[in-house]
């Protein structure tokens, strides 16, 4: 088989094409070919159990085949919709059947139709798969109800696809121009958007005008069936007012009614029928309910005319003009005008008549014989008792009886009036004042190194028999008497020196600063120390050493001297000595180590003290090494902090610095502390301009050779009664302390009283304090008396509470507690603020009580305000602006303002001070203020920009305002309203005040 032996009876399974040969014996052979074949035949096109939507091409790769019992060839289509069954066998008789569906029909869909629009609800069901309504998935037999467009579409399990769009659409239409229930007094076009319409049943077009009056229907249906109805009123008749006229005046009450729709009189509901009481000016308005209006405007008026200068039944001894604020009038039945004057004595009826027909009647007297006082004349004042008669009537003085010839003694002012049995009166005030008039500046016998500005409560004065006016300044030294003579002649007189010329040493040379010899040294005048020991003229000064003589005269004049004696070899011996008997001699004044801290650490051997007391003062000077310290500092790193304690209970602590040694703190930067049992002074060298004082001193080499004398001096106690006397109600918690620098030279000494930034000083208050309390603040006297605010913040150090006081100035400084409050601030937003500032003296209110917070604030109350705020009070040189002059009260104020750089003169010198003004013009002012007061005030545009940006308005700024806003901002001083800086508002005293106590916490010049 297939050439293998093959043995009779084997079986053959496996598929395939084979050819069996068989020989006998006798070589006969028979040959047999034949096939196995068990695999059925492939049919390609369709499968089986599917259903087709289209017409099927069908396949098979052997055999022969029926479809549906008919004979079908490989390759055949089927078109026909319809069940199929399809059987292919092979020739080995294997047998392949194929059951399939041709369905091309969509499903059907009821309840909607295509392209149809409906104005209800619509159930849909479909026969067949399955659906989706706006591409959500639909089941059939639900119901669509809202209006919108919509599609359906109905895909069956084949693919056949159904789609349906349709469109529910249920309002009717739209209509302008009218709505319903309204009424019109204007004609009306109406307008509908679809659909047809009838107006009262009468065809209507759309945009077509209703004019004539009525009540209309507008019915409107649209292609779908949907309706809108309109009903509508046209009324143009306006209401009917009844019981006033427009334009009247009535002098009754007033009943009013009106035909239609609702009322108001003077703005609030009137009903109709109401009847109208009270006096005044009325507008009656009537609206009805289609807008027409019908407005009254009337007067009640039942008070009779207004009459002064005259009062019904009382005479009158002077002329009288009498006025009447309306109508005419008669006078004694003759024609009277308004403001005419009657001088002829007589009895007169007044009678004047308004326009309604009120009346007022006067009827008066005119005598002007009053009774005859003698013994004062009336605005008369005297020095004296006074005997007072009067030939007729009663008299009251001050408001008690008096009786005629009575003798008035005791000082005031008094009111006598006389009144005789006709009313007559005659009205006599005079003052007695008995009191002498009081001078403040100078006191009788004193001697002053000053200008002195003088002041007196009254009177007029002559100085050394000139005319002399309160408040002037005596500057030219000499001898004056000033005598100031009251109105009532009492008289003050006042004798006093002004002396400006130093003492005159004797015996040192100008100029030389190192002798060898022995000195006798002298002074013209005054009293002296000598190294802080008392020191009598002509004295001999023998041993060798460095000395300071200081020469004080009565005015308070002083010169300093400070010289070397360097003496090689002692006097002895023949012709070198002074006879003792002839001359007097002094050892050196001893003088004790002081130690002192220089950053923390002790030092023993580099300052020394002497004491001493004079006129009954005790003072303590204190004196450096200058070469030791200069080497001491060398080995330091730059800004060391010198401190000098003093703590002896000395009345007058002095420390002298050489020039040499100033030169040396300026370059290092250094700062020095004096402490002393009532207080302390703080002082960098850097902080004076040493250029100006050697331009003072007229010579290149003051710097180098001058004599530096920091003071703090407890003031004596007639200043103490004289700044508690002017502090008012405020309580005064330390004794005031004089701090002070002064620079000699060339037996010239001036005094440095401006320096370059705030100087600090410190003040001990009493344990007694509250260092709690933010009223506490430091003050300071002026030479003219003026008490003025300095920045101050509160400190607790070591159990003791100090006054912190800031100040560009030396001065006396002392410190006060006072509280202050105004009525009108009590339920204010500001409250706190104004109370804190105003204790602290730097705002004032209107008056005692009144502080008006919402008041706006011109630019020179700001200015004034800003000035105190830091404490300035020094006028160097009077202001440039033009509209600014001597005697307004702002003069002084914008002089200051000026020389400290707050504010600057423009192109046209004018500062226009009575201007409101704005809350941008104040941020710059507060930024120019940050400056002086040292603080960081470098910001560059970004940050700027950054600042202002959370700021609706900030656009609204001044380019060259954005700088000093941003700065406001930054620094909390400015944070806005709502969101807006509204840089143009004018800014008002409350805004200003609490913008003030940001400015000083922010640059830590107050608690």
Same mark, same amino acid.
């Given at each position: 088989?297939?050439?293998?032996?093959?043995?009779?009876?084997?079986?053959?399974?496996?598929?395939?094409?084979?050819?069996?040969?068989?020989?006998?014996?006798?070589?006969?052979?028979?040959?047999?070919?034949?096939?196995?074949?068990?695999?059925?035949?492939?049919?390609?096109?369709?499968?089986?159990?599917?259903?087709?939507?289209?017409?099927?091409?069908?396949?098979?790769?052997?055999?022969?085949?029926?479809?549906?019992?008919?004979?079908?060839?490989?390759?055949?289509?089927?078109?026909?919709?319809?069940?199929?069954?399809?059987?292919?066998?092979?020739?080995?008789?294997?047998?392949?059947?194929?059951?399939?569906?041709?369905?091309?029909?969509?499903?059907?869909?009821?309840?909607?139709?295509?392209?149809?629009?409906?104005?209800?609800?619509?159930?849909?069901?479909?026969?067949?798969?399955?659906?989706?309504?706006?591409?959500?998935?639909?089941?059939?037999?639900?119901?669509?109800?809202?209006?919108?467009?919509?599609?359906?579409?109905?895909?069956?399990?084949?693919? +056949?696809?159904?789609?349906?769009?349709?469109?529910?659409?249920?309002?009717?239409?739209?209509?302008?121009?009218?709505?319903?229930?309204?009424?019109? +007094?204007?004609?009306?076009?109406?307008?509908?958007?679809?659909?047809?319409?009838?107006?009262?049943?009468?065809?209507?077009?759309?945009?077509?005008?209703?004019?004539?009056?009525?009540?209309?229907?507008?019915?409107?249906?649209?292609?779908?069936?949907?309706?809108?109805?309109?009903?509508?009123?046209?009324?143009?008749?306006?209401?009917?007012?009844?019981?006033?006229?427009?334009?009247?005046?009535?002098?009754?009450?007033?009943?009013?009614?009106?035909?239609?729709?609702?009322?108001?009189?003077?703005?609030?509901?009137?009903?109709?029928?109401?009847?109208?009481?009270?006096?005044?000016?009325?507008?009656?308005?009537?609206?009805?309910?289609?807008?027409?209006?019908?407005?009254?405007?009337?007067?009640?008026?039942?008070?009779?005319?207004?009459?002064?200068?005259?009062?019904?039944?009382?005479?009158?001894?002077?002329?009288?003009?009498?006025?009447?604020?309306?109508?005419?009038?008669?006078?004694?039945?003759?024609?009277?005008?308004?403001?005419?004057?009657?001088?002829?004595?007589?009895?007169?009826?007044?009678?004047?008549?308004?326009?309604?027909?009120?009346?007022?009647?006067?009827?008066?007297?005119?005598?002007?014989?009053?009774?005859?006082?003698?013994?004062?004349?009336? $605005?008369?004042?005297? +020095?004296?008792?006074?005997?007072?008669?009067?030939?007729?009537?009663?008299?009251?003085?001050?408001?008690?009886?008096?009786?005629?010839?009575?003798?008035?003694?005791?000082?005031?002012?008094?009111?006598?009036?006389?009144?005789?049995?006709?009313?007559?009166?005659?009205?006599?005030?005079?003052?007695?004042?008995?009191?002498?008039?009081?001078?403040?500046?100078?006191?009788?016998?004193?001697?002053?190194?000053?200008?002195?500005?003088?002041?007196?409560?009254? $009177?007029?004065?002559?100085?050394?028999?000139?005319?002399?006016?309160?408040?002037?300044?005596?500057?030219?030294?000499?001898?004056?008497?000033?005598?100031?003579?009251?109105?009532?002649?009492?008289?003050?007189?006042?004798?006093?020196?002004?002396?400006?010329?130093?003492?005159?040493?004797?015996?040192?040379?100008?100029?030389?600063?190192?002798?060898?010899?022995?000195?006798?040294?002298?002074?013209?005048?005054?009293?002296?120390?000598?190294?802080?020991?008392?020191?009598?003229?002509?004295?001999?000064?023998?041993?060798?050493?460095?000395?300071?003589?200081?020469?004080?005269?009565?005015?308070?004049?002083?010169?300093?001297?400070?010289?070397?004696?360097?003496?090689?070899?002692?006097?002895?011996?023949?012709?070198?000595?002074?006879?003792?008997?002839?001359?007097?001699?002094?050892?050196?004044?001893?003088?004790?180590?002081?130690?002192?801290?220089?950053?923390?650490?002790?030092?023993?051997?580099?300052?020394?003290?002497?004491?001493?007391?004079?006129?009954?003062?005790?003072?303590?000077?204190?004196?450096?090494?200058?070469?030791?310290?200069?080497?001491?500092?060398?080995?330091?790193?730059?800004?060391?902090?010198?401190?000098?304690?003093?703590?002896?209970?000395?009345?007058?602590?002095?420390?002298?610095?050489?020039?040499?040694?100033?030169?040396?703190?300026?370059?290092?930067?250094?700062?020095?502390?004096?402490?002393?049992?009532?207080?302390?002074?703080?002082?960098?060298?850097?902080?004076?301009?040493?250029?100006?004082?050697?331009?003072?001193?007229?010579?290149?080499?003051?710097?180098?050779?001058?004599?530096?004398?920091?003071?703090?001096?407890?003031?004596?106690?007639?200043?103490?009664?004289?700044?508690?006397?002017?502090?008012?109600?405020?309580?005064?918690?330390?004794?005031?302390?004089?701090?002070?620098?002064?620079?000699?030279?060339?037996?010239?000494?001036?005094?440095?009283?401006?320096?370059?930034?705030?100087?600090?000083?410190?003040?001990?208050?009493?344990?007694?304090?509250?260092?709690?309390?933010?009223?506490?603040?430091?003050?300071?006297?002026?030479?003219?008396?003026?008490?003025?605010?300095?920045?101050?913040?509160?400190?607790?150090? +070591?159990?003791?509470?100090?006054?912190?006081?800031?100040?560009?100035?030396?001065?006396?400084?002392?410190?006060?507690?006072?509280?202050?409050?105004?009525?009108?601030?009590?339920?204010?937003?500001?409250?706190?603020?104004?109370?804190?500032?105003?204790?602290?003296?730097?705002?004032?209110?209107?008056?005692?009580?009144?502080?008006?917070?919402?008041?706006?604030?011109?630019?020179?109350?700001?200015?004034?305000?800003?000035?105190?705020?830091?404490?300035?009070?020094?006028?160097?040189?009077?202001?440039?602006?033009?509209?600014?002059?001597?005697?307004?009260?702002?003069?002084?104020?914008?002089?200051?303002?000026?020389?400290?750089?707050?504010?600057?003169?423009?192109?046209?010198?004018?500062?226009?001070?009575?201007?409101?003004?704005?809350?941008?013009?104040?941020?710059?002012?507060? $930024?120019?203020?940050?400056?002086?007061?040292?603080?960081?005030?470098?910001?560059?545009?970004?940050?700027?920009?950054?600042?202002?940006?959370?700021?609706?308005?900030?656009?609204?700024?001044?380019?060259?305002?954005?700088?000093?806003?941003?700065?406001?901002?930054?620094?909390?001083?400015?944070?806005?309203?709502?969101?807006?800086?509204?840089?143009?508002?004018?800014?008002?005293?409350?805004?200003?005040?609490?913008?003030?106590?940001?400015?000083?916490?922010?640059?830590?010049?107050?608690?």
């Amino acid at each position: 088989m297939n050439g293998d032996p093959f043995a009779s009876g084997s079986e053959v399974s496996a598929e395939g094409d084979y050819t069996l040969i068989v020989t006998d014996a006798m070589g006969n052979v028979t040959t047999i070919a034949f096939t196995i074949d068990k695999t059925v035949p492939i049919i390609s096109g369709v499968t089986d159990g599917s259903i087709y939507n289209t017409n099927q091409s069908i396949t098979f790769n052997e055999g022969t085949a029926t479809l549906n019992g008919d004979p079908f060839a490989s390759g055949a289509t089927i078109f026909a919709e319809g069940d199929y069954t399809l059987v292919v066998t092979d020739e080995a008789g294997n047998v392949t059947t194929a059951n399939f569906t041709i369905d091309r029909t969509a499903p059907t869909v009821t309840g909607v139709v295509y392209g149809v629009s409906y104005n209800t609800d619509r159930t849909i069901t479909f026969n067949e798969g399955t659906a989706t309504l706006n591409g959500d998935p639909f089941a059939s037999g639900e119901t669509v109800s809202a209006e919108g467009n919509y599609t359906l579409i109905v895909t069956d399990a084949v693919g +056949n696809v159904t789609t349906v769009s349709f469109t529910i659409h249920k309002t009717g239409p739209t209509v302008t121009g009218v709505v319903y229930g309204s009424s019109y +007094n204007t004609d009306r076009m109406i307008t509908f958007n679809t659909g047809i319409a009838t107006l009262n049943g009468d065809p209507f077009a759309s945009g077509s005008e209703v004019s004539a009056e009525g009540d209309y229907t507008l019915i409107v249906t649209d292609a779908m069936g949907n309706v809108t109805t309109i009903a509508f009123t046209i009324d143009k008749t306006v209401p009917i007012i009844s019981g006033v006229t427009d334009g009247s005046i009535y002098n009754t009450n007033q009943s009013i009614t009106f035909n239609e729709g609702t009322a108001t009189l003077n703005g609030d509901p009137f009903a109709s029928g109401a009847t109208i009481f009270a006096e005044g000016d009325y507008t009656l308005v009537v609206t009805d309910e289609a807008g027409n209006v019908t407005t009254a405007n009337f007067t009640i008026d039942r008070t009779a005319p207004t009459v002064t200068g005259v009062v019904y039944g009382v005479s009158y001894n002077t002329d009288r003009t009498i006025t009447f604020n309306e109508g005419t009038a008669t006078l004694n039945g003759d024609p009277f005008a308004s403001g005419e004057t009657v001088s002829a004595e007589g009895d007169y009826t007044l009678i004047v008549t308004d326009a309604v027909g009120n009346v007022t009647t006067v009827s008066f007297t005119i005598h002007k014989a009053g009774p005859t006082v003698t013994g004062v004349v009336y $605005g008369s004042s005297y +020095n004296t008792d006074r005997m007072i008669t009067f030939n007729t009537g009663i008299a009251t003085l001050n408001g008690d009886p008096f009786a005629s010839g009575s003798e008035v003694s005791a000082e005031g002012d008094y009111t006598l009036i006389v009144t005789d049995a006709m009313g007559n009166v005659t009205t006599i005030a005079f003052t007695i004042d008995k009191t002498v008039p009081i001078i403040s500046g100078v006191t009788d016998g004193s001697i002053y190194n000053t200008n002195q500005s003088i002041t007196f409560n009254e $009177g007029t004065a002559t100085l050394n028999g000139d005319p002399f006016a309160s408040g002037a300044t005596v500057f030219a030294e000499g001898d004056y008497t000033l005598v100031v003579t009251d109105e009532a002649g009492n008289v003050t007189m006042i004798s006093f020196t002004i002396d400006r010329t130093n003492p005159i040493i004797t015996g040192l040379t100008v100029g030389i600063s190192n002798y060898t010899s022995p000195l006798t040294i002298g002074f013209n005048e005054g009293t002296a120390t000598l190294n802080g020991q008392p020191f009598t003229t002509g004295t001999r000064v023998i041993s060798s050493g460095n000395y300071t003589l200081v020469v004080i005269d009565e005015a308070g004049n002083q010169t300093i001297a400070t010289f070397t004696l360097n003496i090689s070899t002692p006097e002895s011996g023949s012709g070198s000595s002074s006879d003792p008997s002839t001359s007097s001699s002094t050892s050196p004044i001893p003088s004790l180590g002081l130690e002192i801290e220089i950053n923390g650490v002790k030092q023993k051997d580099l300052a020394k003290e002497t004491t001493a007391v004079m006129n009954g003062k005790k003072v303590t000077t204190v004196t450096i090494d200058e070469k030791k310290l200069s080497r001491y500092l060398d080995s330091l790193p730059d800004k060391p902090v010198i401190n000098i304690p003093v703590h002896n209970d000395s009345d007058r602590v002095l420390l002298l610095l050489n020039g040499q040694l100033i030169t040396t703190l300026n370059d290092r930067n250094a700062v020095i502390l004096i402490q002393t049992e009532l207080g302390s002074y703080l002082l960098a060298a850097n902080r004076i301009d040493w250029s100006l004082v050697t331009k003072r001193f007229g010579s290149e080499d003051a710097l180098r050779n001058m004599v530096i004398q920091v003071e703090i001096t407890n003031v004596p106690e007639s200043d103490i009664v004289q700044l508690a006397n002017s502090i008012g109600k405020a309580r005064l918690l330390s004794p005031p302390i004089d701090f002070n620098i002064t620079a000699a030279h060339g037996g010239k000494t001036i005094e440095l009283n401006k320096f370059l930034s705030y100087v600090e000083r410190t003040i001990v208050i009493p344990n007694s304090a509250d260092d709690h309390n933010k009223n506490i603040t430091g003050i300071t006297m002026t030479k003219d008396g003026n008490i003025v605010p300095v920045p101050t913040r509160m400190m607790r150090e +070591n159990g003791k509470t100090f006054a912190v006081i800031y100040s560009l100035t030396n001065s006396v400084y002392a410190v006060i507690e006072n509280d202050k409050t105004f009525a009108d601030i009590q339920n204010h937003w500001a409250k706190y603020d104004i109370e804190q500032v105003a204790s602290k003296l730097i705002v004032q209110g209107v008056t005692e009580s009144s502080f008006q917070p919402n008041k706006q604030i011109t630019r020179a109350e700001f200015t004034a305000m800003l000035v105190r705020a830091l404490g300035l009070h020094t006028v160097d040189q009077p202001t440039s602006f033009t509209d600014v002059n001597s005697g307004q009260w702002y003069y002084e104020t914008v002089s200051i303002a000026e020389g400290y750089g707050l504010v600057t003169a423009s192109n046209n010198s004018q500062y226009t001070p009575n201007e409101k003004l704005s809350r941008e013009e104040a941020m710059v002012l507060l $930024g120019k203020a940050m400056k002086l007061a040292g603080m960081d005030t470098a910001i560059s545009d970004s940050e700027a920009a950054q600042q202002l940006s959370t700021f609706k308005d900030h656009h609204l700024l001044d380019l060259s305002a954005r700088a000093a806003a941003a700065l406001n901002v930054k620094y909390g001083i400015i944070i806005g309203n709502q969101g807006q800086l509204t840089p143009n508002n004018v800014i008002t005293r409350a805004e200003a005040t609490v913008i003030l106590q940001r400015l000083l916490e922010a640059a830590k010049l107050s608690s």
